[in-house]
């Protein structure tokens, strides 16, 4: 059975600082994302990575994928109030390069930035 | 990106009775469109596959029975929740993927959130 799981589960930062969170996955799945839900709301969009090395940024976050460690990073920068939310990661149920569309969520990481 | 449109926001019902909730493809006809639901302080749970003038594929656990998917067209696809009982509250979001044949992203739709009494 495909498990992601996200470290930390909660993550309490000062604007101005950097972190990383962390997003392990147990089979060999290419197709990594990444999603922000902000309180009641549903999700947004911020990066899709599709192949081993893959790099991505987006203002203040930086996503990567290693497929051999099964592991996505997001790394925020600069921490912001703005960047408050939970974030999820999430990985094609398909084996290796494949895909189904269907989706198995990370535990999700809530964010606050303190000022 | 897709656009994907859910109605209602927000339903309460009471304990019993049948909730329908609608997932529309604004800008895409979509032969296949996915359901999720997300407990309170909870990831998100793929429900079913909804695909378009077939049935519905559900995932282990979720009961085609209770969950009632149609998707009678290429721009809609409702989820009913039959016989309503409080453990069915949960945020229900349903997805498709911006385009036929595409698997680099899902588009989700502003979900609603199911309250029973």
């Known amino acids: 059975e495909l498990k992601v799981e996200q470290n930390p589960l909660f993550l309490s930062m000062q604007e101005g600082k950097n972190y990383t969170i962390y997003c392990n996955y147990s089979?060999?799945?290419?197709?990594l994302y990444w999603y922000r839900q902000d309180p009641g709301k549903s999700l947004e969009s911020l990066f899709v990575?599709?192949?081993?090395?893959a790099v991505k940024q987006e203002g203040r976050l930086m996503a990567s994928l290693d497929t051999k460690a099964r592991l996505s990073t997001l790394h925020i920068t600069a921490a912001v109030h703005d960047l408050s939310a939970t974030y999820f990661c999430a990985v094609d149920r398909a084996p290796g390069g494949g895909a189904t569309n269907k989706l198995i969520f990370g535990t999700g990481t809530l964010l606050a930035v303190q000022p | 990106g897709a656009v994907v449109s859910q109605h209602p926001s927000w339903v309460i019902c009471k304990s019993g009775t049948s909730v329908k909730i609608e997932c529309r493809s604004l800008d895409f006809q979509a032969t296949t469109m996915f359901w999720y639901r997300q407990f309170p302080k909870q990831s998100l749970m793929l429900m079913a596959t909804s695909n378009e003038g077939s049935k519905a594929t559900y995932e282990q656990g979720v009961e085609k029975d209770k969950f009632l998917i149609n998707h009678a067209s290429l721009t809609l696809s409702t989820l009913t929740v039959t016989s309503a009982h409080p453990e069915d509250s949960s945020f229900y979001i349903c997805?498709?993927?911006?385009?036929?044949?595409?698997?680099?992203?899902?588009?989700f739709g502003p979900g609603t959130r199911l309250t029973v009494l």
């Open positions: 089979t060999t799945s290419d197709r």
């Open positions: 990575l599709l192949s081993n090395g």
């Open positions: 997805s498709n993927t911006g385009r036929e044949g595409a698997y680099n992203e899902q588009f």
